[in-house]
């Protein structure tokens, strides 16, 4: 039976993941949430799904994950957890961003190193994109372009250790950070990533990559 973790699972995107492989035959769903409490539609939803609280800005909760982990495997991992930054410090939001998902893999990666499909994906957005030019003022898109940076510095040592890793522009998604004026339907986004993600090659490993497997600009 194959086995997904999905980082920040609680709704939007990370949700439609969850969904998404709970659904799938043979599929065995771990998901984190920062509230066990309150889990809101992820708690709800059927199959073979395992709930895990997780604050990604969390040493401690990070270890408890991994040691739930520790003698067992993880063929995929997906990281969706990051924030918009409205009314956060910009010290936060790149720590969140771009330095937590590198934490948490790393964590895990022993997990993933004894799965069968031994696979990551990396949320990140179109603005992080420099295309060439400066870094993008904007701190959210600062903070992509970080985690897009660190993706490849840290990328050919993962696949020395056999791991495939892709990062993902997910498309302009009607979730709340998506915004009003998004159009793409989360589960479309989700439906073309996971496609994406199951044909993943080594010769794709380490591409910027929008939803529908078609390469982006860094």
Sequence with gaps: MPSVMIIGASRGIGLGFVQAYAAADGWEVHATTRTLNAPGELGEVPGDV???ELDVVDAGQIN???MAFEDRAL????HNAGVYGTNMS???VLTINAEAPFYVISALMPAIERGQEKKIAILSSQMGARNGGPTPANVYGASKAALNDRFREVEPEWRDRGVKS?????GWVQTEMGGAGATLPV?????????VIGGLRSDVSG???DWQ?????W
């Design 90 to 92: 910009r010290d936060l």
């Design 166 to 170: 892709v990062i993902f522009h997910p």
């Design 187 to 195: 589960a479309d986004s989700v439906r073309g990533m996971r496609q």
């Design 207 to 209: 591409k910027f990559l």
């Design 213 to 217: 497997g078609k390469e982006h600009s």
């Design 50 to 52: 395992t709930l895990y």
């Design 75 to 78: 063929d995929l991992l997906i």
């Design 64 to 66: 408890r994950l991994a």
